[in-house]
């Protein structure tokens, strides 16, 4: 296979992954703006044919490489056959899942025959997943990524602040005594943390001249004026529990 990457061996990090960002963009394009033109080349009637992406962010719908074992691992064969037993719209949804499928293993393919180490894997695998997947491109869930990764940035702050309890002077527990400076530095971490952080009683957003007091049981945060209480009356609370975790204890 010409362009499939057996004339350009990426060796770092970074050359692996401009490479899997390449290919990424063309395969991208077959399941998308080119999809008519790819729809056609897909033809039922031909033999086992492979969708590749190259570097140069190009695709094409070919045979499979005749050389075994292959240069570089192979994509998905038989796409062809797929198209008319199954509705367009989930027919590329396939292409695309087996299309990230390949792209992973390509990349690791490199990172494997050129040493890469843990910490090189890690960092290449976190650089890929940052992008979303042709999947998510092409189905349409990649524009509601955002809104999901601001659920889990939620869910994991909300574990970190659970030693801090509450937010800046108004706090529950009292901080131990800092260098203004770094004082300073902490308040900005704190609020840039809680931002996106929504009170478990009204559902609304953190904001900084307000107090807020978080449930030792649940770990949700709240506004003090929806669970009442005060700045003054939580520093004599040891562990605070919400309404609706006092009620689970209540019960018989």
């Known amino acids: 296979m010409e362009g499939g990457g057996a004339q350009y061996n990426p060796r770092t990090v970074e050359e ?11 395969m991208i394009k077959a399941l998308t703006t080119d999809v008519e033109e ?3 080349q897909c033809d039922p009637e031909k033999e086992n044919l492979c969708l590749y992406g190259f570097p140069g962010e190009q695709w094409e719908v070919n045979l499979p490489a005749e050389e075994v074992p292959p240069e570089l691992p192979e994509p998905a064969l038989g796409i062809n056959f797929a198209r008319d037993g199954m509705q367009e719209k989930d027919w590329l949804s396939l292409v695309a899942v087996h299309s990230d499928a390949w792209l992973l293993s390509v ?3 490199f990172g494997a025959r050129f040493g890469f180490d843990k910490a090189d894997r890690k960092r290449l695998f976190n650089m890929i997943n940052e992008l979303p997947t042709i999947f998510e491109v092409v189905t349409g869930a990649a524009k509601k ?3 999901e990764k601001s659920s889990v940035s939620n869910h994991s702050s909300n574990k ?3 030693n801090s309890k509450v937010k800046e002077s108004q706090a529950k527990y009292s901080k131990p005594s800092q260098p203004k400076d770094e004082d300073e530095g902490l308040d900005e971490e704190d609020e840039e943390e809680h931002g996106e952080t929504l009170c478990g009683a009204c559902g609304e957003n953190y904001a900084s001249d307000e ?4 449930c030792d049981v649940c770990e949700k945060w709240f506004h003090g004026k929806c669970v009442k209480i005060t700045p003054a009356r939580a520093e004599h609370i040891k562990q605070y529990k919400c309404p609706s975790c006092s ?4 019960r018989p």
């Open 16 to 26: 692996v992954f401009r490479d899997f960002k390449g290919r990424r963009a063309g």
């Open 211 to 214: 107090f807020w007091i978080c």
């Open 107 to 109: 990349a690791f393919y």
């Open 160 to 162: 970190s602040k659970s």
């Open 145 to 147: 990524q955002t809104k």
């Open 38 to 40: 790819f729809y056609q």
């Open 247 to 250: 009620n689970k204890r209540s």
